[in-house]
């Protein structure tokens, strides 16, 4: 069984960082990709970053260039590097994780940009 365990959310200023951690607590022989989605309120869940087993990744638009997300193979970790943080980034950030074509989500944590 696949549990994702989140850290590193919370409160900070615009302008500022912070950085998301995500783990399984299983073992994970192979996996498709790992990644993090956003929810703010009244608003869908978006894709924010993910990396596949390749090293590729994929971003949103919105935060192209400011975020940075990486991952350690044998850790079962990813990671999500938050920089030049805004307002609008205010959301419940989830981590997932796709392996053998089953999703796989973490329990979410809030991250808040004050103005």
């Known amino acids: 069984q696949v549990q994702l365990v989140e850290s590193g959310g919370g409160l900070v200023q615009a302008g500022g960082s912070l950085r998301l951690s995500c783990t399984s607590s299983g073992s994970i022989f192979s996996y498709q990709s790992m990644g993090w989605y956003r929810q703010a309120p009244g608003k869908q869940r978006e894709l924010v970053a993910a990396?596949?087993?390749?090293?590729?990744?994929n971003y949103a638009d919105s935060v192209k260039g400011r975020f940075t997300i990486s991952r350690d193979s044998a850790k079962n970790t990813v990671y999500l590097q938050m920089n030049s943080l805004k307002p609008e980034d205010t959301a419940v950030f989830y981590c997932?994780?796709?392996?053998?074509?089953?999703?796989?989500w973490g329990q979410g944590t809030q991250v808040t940009v004050s103005s």
């Open positions: 990396i596949t087993s390749d090293a590729g990744t």
């Open positions: 997932h994780f796709l392996i053998r074509f089953h999703n796989y």
